[in-house]
């Protein structure tokens, strides 16, 4: 692992919005399951519709036990503010939406998450705002996509199926230069393994359903940024969407970010061991893992992340999609599930998302079968990976 300025995570973690003489010294602290907050006087009333930001009204903006997970999330992104959604989804949608405006244009890394892509093919060109797609992994090529009208740049780096990175410091100092707003998806990394903030990116959202949570039991979306771009999202998109994450579940993702650095230690020192493992078997053909000498942009992805784990891509050197098929289902502790960052192993095969009559194995992508690798031990879950090549 590269070392780069961290913050202190233990405090952070620990004891940073946790003020105990609030609420009993509970270690815990409480779920605040209220939707309203009373007022005294109408003046404190008027200056909370005035200000909404500055204080407990309604759970729909600010909450006690959501602001202290928020403060969190924010310092670990090395941001000025936060705001919590009920889904990585929801906090996509109201990071791009705050920022465009009919006519303008936005410059996409291709194949962006499913929902994202959704929102840029079928919602977004209803309000008339229009999305280019670009591979993304020079910054010439963002330079290229540019148009006059272009106001956003929508990265994603690693992404999670075959961890293409983008470069993000020339990239985000290009957009300063042009007045674009920059917003990457951080799941694949989090902040404990790279902080784009600190490399020039204005909004950083990372799904909190994945490792933040680390025990898939809630969902939850973190948006990171200046205190001006957050104040302008909660006023707007966040009250007006309504998704703000819900008190049970903001305390779930507390409890999980205790945790978060001895998870994803613990997931990335197993992911190199089942790694290793697989690279020398002789079913397998290919390995896609960013942080594998063997990475095409192994390089870049040294320069601006500080580790991964738990994801990578396996391709079978049989090509049919019968031995991708056989070999997902006749695993016995990887269960067969979207989602990751819990502490279950996973497996998914691309070919699962697709016509099975549109399967090319001339085409690797259809040939990609992804794995995560949970808390589990991985002796345990490599004697089920050989189980079953071995069944092939
Ligand atoms: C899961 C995921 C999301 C969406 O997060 P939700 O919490 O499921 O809405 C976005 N980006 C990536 C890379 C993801 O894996």
Redesign the pocket.
């Known amino acids: 692992m590269k070392p780069f300025p961290k913050p202190d995570w233990s405090a952070i973690l620990n004891e940073m919005g946790e003020t105990r003489e609030d609420y009993f010294r509970a270690v815990s602290p409480p779920i605040v399951q209220s939707s309203n907050f009373a007022f005294k006087k109408v003046d404190d009333l008027r200056q909370a519709f005035a200000d909404e930001m500055g204080g407990y009204l309604y759970s729909r903006g600010l909450n006690p036990t959501v602001d202290i997970l928020r403060k969190k999330l924010a310092a670990l992104d090395g941001a000025e503010d936060a705001l919590v959604f009920n889904?990585?989804?929801?906090a996509?949608f109201a990071g791009v939406l705050a920022n465009v405006k009919s006519g303008d244009h936005i410059v996409s890394v291709k194949a962006p998450?499913t929902?994202?892509q959704k929102m840029f093919d079928v919602i977004l060109p209803r309000f008339g705002v229009t999305t280019s797609y670009i591979d993304g992994k020079t910054v010439d090529q963002w330079k290229e996509a540019t148009q006059p009208n272009t106001t956003f740049y929508y990265l994603?780096s690693p992404?999670?199926w075959d961890y293409s990175l983008q470069p993000l410091r020339e990239v985000a100092s290009f957009a300063k230069s042009k007045n674009i707003v920059t917003l990457i998806?951080n799941?694949?990394c989090t902040p404990y393994f790279q902080r784009p903030i600190e490399l020039g990116i204005d909004l950083v959202m990372q799904?909190?359903?994945?490792y933040i949570s680390g025990h898939s039991d809630t969902?939850?979306?973190v948006l990171s940024g200046s205190a001006a771009q957050v104040r302008k999202i909660f006023e707007s998109e966040y009250l007006n969407i309504g998704s703000g994450i819900q008190p049970f579940n903001a305390w779930l993702l507390i409890r999980g970010l205790r945790t978060l650095p001895m998870r994803l230690e613990r997931i990335e020192r197993s992911t190199q061991v089942v790694l290793d493992h697989l690279k020398k078997h002789p079913k397998v053909e290919k390995l896609i893992f960013p942080l594998d000498p063997s990475f095409p942009q192994y390089e870049l992805a040294l320069s601006q992340m500080r580790g991964a784990c738990g994801l990578f891509t396996l391709v079978l050197k049989d090509r049919s999609m019968e031995s991708i098929v056989r070999f997902c289902e006749s695993l016995r502790h990887f269960l067969m599930a979207v989602?990751?960052g819990g502490h279950e192993s996973l497996v998914i095969p691309k070919c699962a998302g697709m016509d099975p009559k549109g399967y090319d194995p001339d085409q690797i992508e259809h040939r990609y079968i992804r794995i995560y690798v949970g808390l589990e031990e991985p002796e345990h879950l490599i004697a089920d990976l050989d189980q079953a090549l071995e069944g092939l």
């Open positions: 889904s990585g989804a929801a996509i998450y929902w994202v994603e992404n999670s998806d799941s694949y799904t909190a359903t994945k969902l939850g979306g989602s990751w």
